[in-house]
């Protein structure tokens, strides 16, 4: 089956620069996507790693490693509104559903 | 444009009712997923529809099912409600669906079964 574990909760304070890690058990899928979800709202998309290496949106980076089945989202200059939980995730080839990681609530500390 | 939208935002029904949650996609959008999300088990494929037609389903009895209308919107049914039903169900849109594409998420219905 298809699995993809995150660490439950990490912190970190305000400025500095958070790694989140997703291990992944699949064959054959499109690509890794990030989401992020503040409490009691919906699930935004962060980034989409379609090949292996990192991509960069503003102060996100997403980097995936097909080899390693692993990938990260590295979240710099971190602010208070960044506490939320974020989500990896991925398609299997040839399905159009998403499996979603266990989840990663990050906390952002003054 | 107007984002996905799902209602009712909550509910509350008692064991052994049905309930039928309705999402309308982003207009252009063919493509509906459905998750369930619980605390303890993060968010789960229910199933997925595009024109009118499920391509995959999770792995949920048959208590759950959905269907989509051919202008996109799609409704799920919960029939015979149990307490393990209580959950936060999301629905995403899409173009096209699929892994390599961007899905957009409603706010969700919370469902409460007591």
């Known amino acids: 089956g298809q699995s993809l574990e995150q660490p439950s909760e990490v912190t970190a304070v305000e400025g500095a620069i958070v790694q989140i890690n997703c291990t992944y058990q699949t064959s054959g899928f499109y690509g890794l996507s990030w989401y992020q979800q503040h409490d009691g709202g919906a699930p935004t998309f962060l980034s989409y790693?379609?090949?292996?290496g990192l991509e960069e949106t503003g102060r996100f980076s997403s980097f995936l490693s097909r080899s390693d089945s692993y990938g990260y989202l590295l979240l710099q200059e971190l602010q208070m509104k960044d506490s939320a939980s974020y989500f990896c995730a991925l398609s299997t080839s040839g399905t159009y559903k998403y499996i979603f990681g266990t989840g990663t609530r990050l906390k952002v500390l003054a | 444009k107007a984002g996905v939208t799902q209602t009712p935002r909550y509910l509350i029904k008692t064991r052994g009712q049905q309930v039928t949650l309705s999402c309308s996609p982003i207009s252009g959008h063919r493509s509906v997923s459905w998750y369930q999300q619980t605390p303890g088990q993060g968010l789960q494929f229910l199933f997925e529809?595009?024109?009118?037609?499920?391509?995959n389903k999770g792995n949920f009895p048959g208590r759950f099912s959905g269907r989509q209308f051919s202008n996109s919107r799609s409704e799920m049914n919960v029939s015979t409600l149990e307490l393990g039903d209580s959950a936060l169900y999301l629905c995403?849109?899409?173009?096209?669906?699929?892994?390599?594409?961007?899905?957009?998420f409603g706010q969700g219905t919370r469902l409460t079964v007591v």
């Open positions: 529809y595009f024109s009118e037609t499920q391509r």
């Open positions: 790693n379609a090949l292996d």
């Open positions: 995403a849109s899409s173009p096209l669906g699929g892994g390599n594409t961007e899905a957009f």
